[in-house]
């Protein structure tokens, strides 16, 4: 038995604000040999990013993504719960396992400072044979940067290859749980803005 059964990750969802004018822009996604999600090539110019990166965490993204999501926990709904070092650890491992294709680790850069990550896995519908669901448990938008319309920037970037992903695990569905408690208006308004439909809602009841 797989010893993270049973364990969750808290749905955490911090989403920017601003989008750019156009939302279509493109998020440039070469193919490496152990990675499909690997951006090495530049945007088309903006003032103050240019310098944006999408890529598929490694080992070496570790600090700085676990920094961003303590940060980023510590102000949603479950920031009286304590970080766990030793679950987010687990989870990035999953993430950094390149032999998996079951979960997925990206991260949006601006001159080597990790501004967004996410983490999301696939799976089959619980009682439907045949669906192929993506569940994306976090995006975690750096504060400084989550109102801004560099914040829209990673957020879009993210939400990209998330999907590029999907495409190529043939995915039917992805979810975004969202459920930081963080703003919903503007998590809302994001996701409808890209073109993702409301299919429900989370509720809480804090005891």
Known sequence: MNDLEGVTME???AVGSELPKSVSEPTPLVVESYSPMI???ADQPTPGTAGLRTFQVSECH??????????VHEASLFGDILFSNVKFDRFFDLAIDRNSRQHLGLAVSLDER????CYCSIGAYFIGDGG???SVNTICVDPDVSKRLLG?????RLAKGIETWAEAQQATHILYHVTAGIDGRRADRFFRQIGIVAVGGNYCLTL
């Open 11 to 13: 749905p955490l969802v």
């Open 39 to 41: 951006d090495r090539s």
């Open 62 to 71: 570790r600090t700085q993504v676990k920094k961003l999501t303590r940060r």
């Open 114 to 117: 990790v501004l967004g990550c």
């Open 132 to 134: 192929r669901i993506v």
């Open 152 to 156: 829209g920037k990673v957020a879009l």
